[in-house]
């Protein structure tokens, strides 16, 4: 078992849909969470970043953590062609690497 | 003004051969990173280093050797290339190690015939 775990998707929605997407861990250590955003041949990029748990918003986007179910959510309000992307998420223990530990990726395609 | 900047872009060549990616960032940041993502996606991080200084070499097979001449270099060199080493390879920075944001490059896209 992988200590992430995220849905490959594709995940297709239509302009203008609120987004979900998740990730699910087996490390209870991990206290810091993050996503990044791919965009096809390019490197990933930060999208969000929470410690612990709680919800964090940024514009368009909600980061939400519950250690309790182990469970992480990124949301996408008012959701643009611009959006499709692959999104990974990626945590870390507080530990003295911090080496972080990623998602494989959902690939999410925004139909206009 | 290209933050992280890796060369080449794509590299194909055959197997058994010997190859050298270089990665360059200009944001003063002291941690890098080489990462290899396979064709599902899958971010694996293969070096850390920290004003060059190697602070993370995860289980990657001695054919792979990284090498940071300064803390703005990072170059990975592969020797007798195999089919299973595949992939895009990325570098990555960031200000200091720890949970800090991890800047990436464009890639790396290496096909071993």
């Known amino acids: 078992q992988k200590e992430v775990e995220q849905d490959p998707g594709p995940l297709s929605v239509p302009e203008g849909a609120i987004v979900s997407l998740n990730c699910t861990y087996s490390n209870s250590a991990f206290q810091y969470f993050m996503w990044y955003r791919q965009y096809s041949r390019k490197g990933p990029e930060l999208l969000m970043y929470?410690?612990s748990s709680g919800n964090k918003e940024d514009g368009r986007f909600t980061a939400q953590v519950d250690k309790s179910s182990k469970y992480i959510s990124l949301f996408i309000r008012d959701s643009q062609p611009s959006d499709s992307a692959t999104y990974l998420c990626a945590m870390t223990p507080m530990d003295s690497n911090y080496q972080l530990i990623w998602g494989a990726g959902t690939k999410l395609i925004i139909k206009p | 003004d290209t933050a992280v900047s890796q060369t080449p872009k794509y590299l194909v060549t055959q197997m058994g051969n010997d190859k050298s990616i270089k990665c360059e960032q200009n944001?003063?940041?002291?941690?890098m990173y080489w990462y290899k993502q396979d064709s599902k996606k899958f971010l694996k991080i293969m070096f850390s280093?920290?004003?060059?200084?190697?602070?993370i070499n995860e289980t990657v097979p001695n054919r792979f050797s990284p090498k940071s001449p300064d803390k703005a270099h990072l170059n990975l060199h592969i020797n007798s290339l195999e089919l299973g080493d595949s992939a895009v390879y990325f570098c990555a920075s960031s200000l200091r190690t720890g949970p800090s944001e991890q800047y990436f490059g464009p890639g790396t896209r290496l096909t071993v015939t």
């Open positions: 280093y920290n004003n060059k200084e190697l602070i």
């Open positions: 944001l003063g940041h002291d941690t």
């Open positions: 929470t410690y």
